[in-house]
Nanobody, 117 residues
Framework: QVQLAESGGGLVQSGGSLRLSCAASTEIFSPNAMGWYRQAPGKQREWVATETSSGITSYADSVRGRFTISRDKAENTVYLQMNKLKPEDTAVYYC???????????WGQGTQVTVSS
């Protein structure tokens, strides 16, 4: 069992920055991927960014160039640095930890990010 603890959400003005953190209680999958998804009101959950245990990163087109994902392997923590935030980035952001070789995944409880115009 893996528990994911997210933090860092909040209210920010358009153009501002926030940094999300997600700490996993343990690492049980190898290889694995940690990443972020988001869900805006009335919309489906969408993928934002992922970093694998080997350091490969990928981003959704909507955030590439503004968001940066990084991992601290020693702390089993993934971060999402969000710059140049836009009102359309407003959503609940969820951390995801999953195996790359089996359909096994854990989700965080979500953290609210609100960007005001």
């Amino acid at each position: 069992q893996v528990q994911l603890a997210e933090s860092g959400g909040g209210l920010v003005q358009s153009g501002g920055s926030l940094r999300l953190s997600c700490a996993a209680s343990t690492e049980i999958f190898s290889p694995n991927a940690m990443g972020w998804y988001r869900q805006a009101p009335g919309k489906q959950r969408e993928w934002v960014a992922t970093e694998t245990s080997s350091g490969i990163t990928s981003y959704a087109d909507s955030v590439r160039g503004r968001f940066t994902i990084s991992r601290d392997k020693a702390e089993n923590t993934v971060y999402l640095q969000m710059n140049k935030l836009k009102p359309e980035d407003t959503a609940v952001y969820y951390c995801r930890y999953g195996s790359l070789t089996a359909p096994l995944v854990y989700w965080g409880q979500g953290t609210q990010v609100t960007v005001s115009s």
